[in-house]
């Protein structure tokens, strides 16, 4: 069943400090276009650069999942993530004026509120999907902990965590639909175990936290000099340790509140894939670490099965444009005219198909003794799709030609040769704007990808005389 791209009605911000900083910072989340994903702007640096969430940017996994690109970083990404995640953004802008979002209550409850603020709206392209057919698993011999995906008709998690102390103890959460999120794990707190805490206290390593913005399991006898550490720290004059062995001015939300923040923390981490996805995780003992090499994982998983899924198309159905109809919009003519049929077309995507045959002018010269089509004209015919695609926008495509503009990552997977059905299939990669057309383009050959790359292309009225 297929769904609508999402992205936020208008934009709206949000401040507060980092944990690990205490820095003040401001957060604005923007709409964004289709197939944008999800993407930090860091507005404070020259150039604003994007950082986009990806699972091939995670530098380290300490005290948080951190994103690194060109030198540029963003800290703690996991709760703003999970947020859009869960409510069903595929695409949206995050500007931040630091190297860290707000940690406001430790929670993705803030998150979800603004978001909500800005409201959600559907976009003109379909959503793409990863479906999980096949189990999927990682595991970390060392610590014990894996993570299993598993085919299921929705995104479901279950988080089970076991840190072999008393506090504590073994825990578990299950999220069944993500609509459940907001009520039932968005606001579950970020939390510390008083160990920890002491290291990063000593290592001036978190100076945005207090008493609301991360609970404190009291894992060990707190000696005076600690006390007064955490006092001076968290700006009290008294500190206790409640009965439940967390300190005092903090009400848990739930008895299992720190399973249910790790599975927050999974979905934040996966969302790092760049796919939505629909399956079943279950999470033992996760931690940012292990989620981050599954998210590396899945994704390689995932870009290679799109490579490789050749799309099926019956050839014996009658076409939705036939050379005729091509000619009308396309102003190329043989023998240049390197397309047969368009098969399907949208606002965002097009399929064509070229019959290659012996009769082609160019296997005179290439070659004489061993005919193979050129690749360059394989990357041809594929633009001449994302011709029809862009003409297609405009009412008069008969007064406008089609211009290369860019091509990159060409690659040539397989020989075509004479006898060969191409089947080409052009998406947008953003939408068409003034004549310009930016695409993913794949060509395929007897079950196989034969060529792909990044196109643009743009048209422009034709000279009058």
């Known amino acids: 069943m297929s769904s609508k791209q999402k992205t936020i009605k208008k934009e709206v911000t949000l401040s507060g400090v980092g944990l690990h900083t205490g820095n003040k910072v401001t957060m604005t989340f923007k709409p964004a276009p289709i197939n944008y994903g999800y993407a930090f702007v860091r507005i404070d640096l020259e150039g604003s650069p994007i950082i986009e969430a990806s699972a091939e940017y995670v530098i380290n996994t300490q005290r948080g999942t951190n994103l690194e690109k060109k030198g540029v970083f963003v800290n703690t990404s996991e709760h703003v993530l999970a947020a859009v995640v ?17 940690i406001m209550d430790g929670s993705s409850k803030h998150f979800i509120e603004a978001i909500e603020k800005a409201g959600i709206v559907e976009q003109e392209a379909e959503r793409d999907e990863y479906v999980v057919k096949d189990i999927i698993s990682y595991k970390d011999e060392v610590t014990g902990s894996e993570i299993i995906l598993m085919p299921s008709d929705e995104y479901q998690i279950t988080a089970m965590v076991d840190f072999g102390t008393k506090v504590l103890g073994t825990q578990n959460a299950t999220l069944n639909k993500l609509s459940d999120f907001k009520n039932e794990i968005a606001d579950a707190r970020t939390f510390s175990f008083l160990h920890e805490l002491e290291m990063l206290l000593d290592h001036n390593l978190i100076q945005g936290g207090d008493l609301n913005n991360a609970i404190v399991y009291v894992d060990k006898e707190i000696s005076d000099e600690t006390m007064n550490k955490l006092k001076k720290a968290f700006n009290k004059e008294n500190l206790t340790v409640k009965a439940n062995g967390i300190l005092d001015n903090l009400t848990l939300r739930w008895a299992n509140e720190a399973a249910r923040h790790k599975l927050l923390d ?93 009769n082609e002018p160019f296997f005179v010269g290439h070659f004489p003794d061993a005919p193979v089509m050129p690749g360059v004209l394989q990357v041809e015919a594929m633009a001449q799709c994302g011709g029809v695609l862009v003409l297609s926008s405009v009412p008069d495509p008969e007064n406008y030609l089609t211009y290369f503009m860019k091509m990159d990552k060409v690659k040539f997977k397989q020989k075509v040769l004479p006898g060969d059905t191409l089947i080409f299939r052009a998406e947008l990669i953003t939408p068409i704007r003034r004549g310009i057309c930016h695409m993913q383009a794949c060509g395929y050959a007897n079950g196989k990808l034969v060529v792909e790359a990044e196109l643009m292309a743009q048209i422009a009225k034709k000279p009058t005389e």
């Open 86 to 102: 869960a409510l069903g953004i595929d695409n949206i802008c995050i500007e931040i004026n630091a190297a860290e979002p707000p």
């Open 266 to 358: 999974v979905i934040g981490d996966l969302a790092l894939v760049g796919t939505r996805i629909r399956g079943k995780v279950i999470a033992n003992k996760p931690g940012h670490l292990v989620n981050t090499v599954f998210a590396k994982k899945l994704q390689k998983i995932i870009k290679h099965e799109k490579r490789n899924n050749v799309p099926k198309y019956d050839l014996d159905q009658p076409p939705l444009m036939d050379i005729h109809k091509i000619m009308s919009i396309l102003p190329h003519r043989p023998p240049f005219l390197l397309i047969d049929r368009i098969l399907e077309l949208s606002d965002s995507h097009v399929v064509g198909m070229k019959n290659v045959t012996m």
